[in-house]
């Protein structure tokens, strides 16, 4: 399918429940379009199967740019309208379920700017935090539950600035380490798959009210 965003048009993919209505939906956000992200990213895959293992739909797209997505990279900007823009697609289909936001590197720093401030995301899932390129302090604000999986040797996310990041978030926010994994989790997918899975199931999110 294609969503229409800020005079792009972004191709999708929506997989809901296969035997039961959802109880919420999320949309996941892929890494760097500049170095082969793409909504196809084996660790979004694996995100949106564990979202779909709890019972939530699972929007995957691809940014402006990418895969059949009009438009260029716009080096996050633009990146950013795309997400509010598949949120506000997201909403109009389950008006009455919570919506969340699942984001992987890059679409992580795009994905939760974006979600944390909007009153209709209910939760936050940020996986492998690219601390060494982004700020990510925003996250030190944010109120709602949120889960951040790193690796204990993601390259581009020293231990030290997890820990200090670690220390100023508030308690609705949960940082699970996964030891040895680099930053793409190449042998624990399934870790983190399961991570999603947990989280998405202990967390009874308040629906939204019309």
């Not at 209505?21 to 992200?37: E, F, I, N």
């Not at 979004?44 to 402006?64: D, G, H, T």
Request: proline fraction near 6%.
């Amino acid at each position: 399918m294609f969503i229409p965003g800020r005079g792009v048009q972004l191709e999708a993919i929506l997989r809901e429940p296969r035997t039961m209505a959802p109880r919420g939906a999320a949309v996941l956000c892929h890494p760097h379009p500049a170095y082969g992200g793409t909504m196809d990213n084996r660790v979004i895959f694996r995100a949106s199967k564990a979202v779909q293992e709890a019972r939530w739909a699972a929007l995957r797209f691809n940014f402006r740019g990418i895969g059949a997505s009009t438009g260029s990279y716009d080096e996050g900007v633009g990146e950013k309208y795309d997400a509010a823009a598949v949120i506000d697609w997201l909403e109009a289909r389950y008006p009455h379920l919570p919506l969340a936001l699942v984001g992987f590197s890059f679409g992580a720093w795009v994905g939760l700017e974006v979600g944390c401030p909007d009153p209709r995301i209910k939760a936050l899932i940020g996986l492998g935090l690219p601390l060494n390129f982004y700020d990510f302090d925003f996250l030190t604000e944010n109120e709602k539950p949120a889960l951040y999986v790193v690796g204990t040797r993601d390259e581009f996310c020293p231990m030290k600035k997890l820990d200090f990041l670690e220390r100023r978030l508030p308690r609705t926010s949960e940082v699970r380490r996964i030891e040895g994994a680099d930053h793409f989790f190449e042998s624990q997918l399934e870790q983190v798959q399961d991570l999603i899975a947990l989280f998405f199931k202990k967390h009874d999110l308040e629906r939204v009210s019309k």
